[in-house]
């Protein structure tokens, strides 16, 4: 029951990091840089926050022998940081690690972190194509959806 508590300050945590990513990446447009520059940018800095939500929940992985209850993946062990940050890319990328199986608490956790990072992923989505339009990316696009 763990999670009822670490959960809500997970997603609270990743979705503040992921909004304070997206605020500073707003200043950006603004800038007298090149469209190209821009985009790159953008998509350079939404990486960076992606990757640092994964962190937050590679934290969580790492210590989770410190949680009673929390469960086990058999084999792996979570004390190594490049197991824990693994597991948690392949969660929150949704991507799954079909060779892994958890027990108990994590496993929902896990199925948690897949739902967050599904989220904040198509959050980034939608930022970059407001991004574009707000850059006019493309201006045909653009002009061919107002005259329709």
Known sequence: MILIILFPFLLVLTVTVHYGFL????????????QAIKLI???CGLFV??????VVYTFVYHFSHLIPGIG?????N???????????????SSLGAG????????KILYGLEAINGLVLITW??????????????????SESSSTG
């Open 78 to 92: 979570f004390d190594d940081w490049i197991n824990a940050l693994y597991f948690s890319f392949a969660a929150y």
């Open 49 to 54: 926050a992606h990757v640092a939500e994964v």
């Open 23 to 34: 605020t500073r990446l707003m200043v950006i447009l603004d800038t007298g840089w090149a």
């Open 124 to 141: 980034s989505a939608s930022f970059s194509l407001l991004a574009m339009n707000r850059m006019k990316f493309c201006q045909s696009c």
């Open 99 to 106: 060779d892994l199986s958890t027990s108990g608490w994590l």
């Open 72 to 76: 086990k993946l058999p084999g792996i």
């Open 41 to 43: 940018a953008i998509i």
